[in-house]
């Protein structure tokens, strides 16, 4: 407890998780080699709650250094690090992925903010821009947070939620479904912008997985 609340006064929270690590494997290790079996779990259980559950709250909110300013700063070692201690305790990637999820919706709510804000709206700039979010958040849910179902479920609801709003273009508003179809027919037009076949094949595997989170399908299918 004192080794914790220390490290909490002093360190950053990527400097604690190291310090928490290397503890833990410490005492796993001297568990292993002294102790009987039967009081293996019991002890490894209680080490854990005391170096990360009993400060998880603390560290995912540093302000310097906590969840948030490890995403953007898109920290891939410490993301990782951060979500393979927590998996150690029970839910404890839930608050990891709850805050993933309020992150990632401001993201895409930006985007929107700053499409609206243009004197001239570019719909395949636009829907570029949402495709590389979408990109870059899956491969963090598949990389650093191991493809955890957790974190698959907070990337859905945070797409699900500004993937349905509307966008507002000059005097006007607009589904996004509706401007997926205009990206999809600009991409179709001969004159497009020049990509080669395989980023054509990548644009339009990511075009169907962006799909999937408009819930209103059939007006897709009506502008498209």
């Known amino acids: 407890r004192q080794a914790r609340a220390a490290w909490l006064e002093h360190d950053s929270c990527p400097e604690y998780m190291q310090k928490a690590k290397v503890h833990i494997d410490e005492e796993e290790q001297r568990v292993h080699n002294y102790l009987h079996p039967s ?5 490894t259980r209680a080490v854990e709650q005391e170096l990360l559950a009993e400060a998880q709250q603390i560290l995912l909110q540093m302000e310097n250094s906590g ?17 393979t201690l927590f998996s150690r305790i029970k839910d404890g990637v839930q608050p990891m992925a709850d805050m993933f999820c309020d992150y990632t919706k401001k993201q895409g709510y930006a985007i929107i903010s700053a499409a609206e804000s243009l004197e001239e709206f570019d719909a395949v700039a636009f829907i570029l821009s949402l495709l590389k979010l979408q990109a870059e958040t899956l491969s963090l849910v598949k990389n650093e947070f191991r493809n955890s ?3 698959h479920k907070a990337m859905k609801d945070a797409f699900d ?7 507002k273009i000059k005097d006007s508003k607009q589904l996004i479904a509706e401007i997926l179809s205009t990206f999809c027919d600009s991409m179709m037009k001969p004159g497009r912008e020049k990509y080669t076949d395989l980023e054509i094949d990548d644009l339009a595997d990511q075009t169907i997985e962006f799909f999937m989170y408009v819930q209103d399908k059939d007006y897709f299918h009506e502008t498209y």
Do not use: G, P, Q
């Not at 939620?161 to 966008?167: L, Q």
């Open 39 to 43: 009081t293996r779990e019991r002890l």
């Open 67 to 83: 969840f948030l300013k490890l995403l953007i700063n898109k920290d891939s070692d410490n993301l990782a690090l951060m979500f």
């Open 149 to 151: 179902s957790v974190f």
């Open 161 to 167: 939620s500004f993937v349905n709003s509307e966008v």
